[in-house]
């Protein structure tokens, strides 16, 4: 069974800093991996996804991630984070033959003035 | 356009009794999913509708738990003799046609607590 490890579970850093959020992953076969971010008492929000080709991928409001299959990882980063980033962020992955989406636990992001 | 929606936004109700979540999906989705979230956990799968049937409920955790979704539109989770660890966020959401890797949509959610 697959399951997502997202090692931090908050993250502080100042405006304008980069921000990376981890995310690991574990399956035994191919995978599609998603960020959802969710802003305070609203819905969860797809950021982006890797379903093929290019490991890099790039998503909404400046976010990427980088897929490393070798590593079974698949980091979000930002170069420079504003105020209205501070969201709770989840990684999820999804087995390419179906099956349910596995969320991890969550990061919380507060950008700080 | 309209995103997904659910109601109530918040439920209290009192152990034992029968709560009913409403989902409403983006028109023209026919896959529909439940998750339940506890407080500091991400979201955990529940069930998954395609059109008007439950293509996988192995997330349900027991037989407390049902929901349907009759004209493959609409759905309601409804949970019989509730307990206080059924306390959560109830989340719902769409895509267009259920495939893998597909974007699921989500709703604001219904926080059950359960006194």
């Known amino acids: 069974a697959q399951s997502v490890t997202q090692l931090d579970s908050q993250v502080p850093v100042f405006e304008e800093a980069p921000v990376e959020l981890r995310c690991n992953y574990s399956?035994?076969?191919?995978?599609?991996l998603f960020w959802y971010v969710q802003y305070p008492n609203q819905g969860l929000q797809l950021l982006l996804k890797?379903?093929?080709?290019?490991?890099l991928v790039k998503g909404i409001n400046g976010f990427e991630a980088e897929f490393n299959k070798s590593q079974t990882s698949f980091h979000l980063r930002k170069p420079s984070v504003h105020i209205s980033d501070t969201a709770e962020y989840f990684c999820?992955?999804?087995?390419?033959?179906?099956?349910?989406?596995?969320f991890g636990p969550g990061t919380s992001l507060s950008v700080i003035p | 356009g309209a995103g997904v929606s659910q109601t109530p936004s918040n439920k209290v109700t009192e152990k034992g009794k029968y709560v009913e979540l409403r989902c409403d999906p983006i028109s023209g989705h026919t896959a529909l999913y439940w998750y339940r979230q506890s407080l500091g956990q991400g979201p955990e799968f529940l069930i998954y509708f395609q059109g008007t049937g439950a293509a996988d409920d192995s997330g349900l955790p027991n037989d407390r738990f049902f929901a349907v979704r009759p004209e493959g539109s609409v759905s309601t989770l409804k949970i019989q003799r509730t307990e206080r660890g059924d306390s959560a966020v109830y989340l719902c959401?769409?895509?267009?046609?259920?495939?893998?890797?597909?974007?699921?949509?989500f709703g604001p959610g219904t926080r059950l607590l359960v006194l």
């Open positions: 999820a992955v999804q087995k390419t033959s179906y099956d349910k989406v596995i």
């Open positions: 890797y379903l093929s080709g290019s490991t």
């Open positions: 399956s035994s076969v191919s995978v599609y």
């Open positions: 959401a769409s895509s267009l046609s259920g495939r893998e890797g597909e974007t699921q949509y």
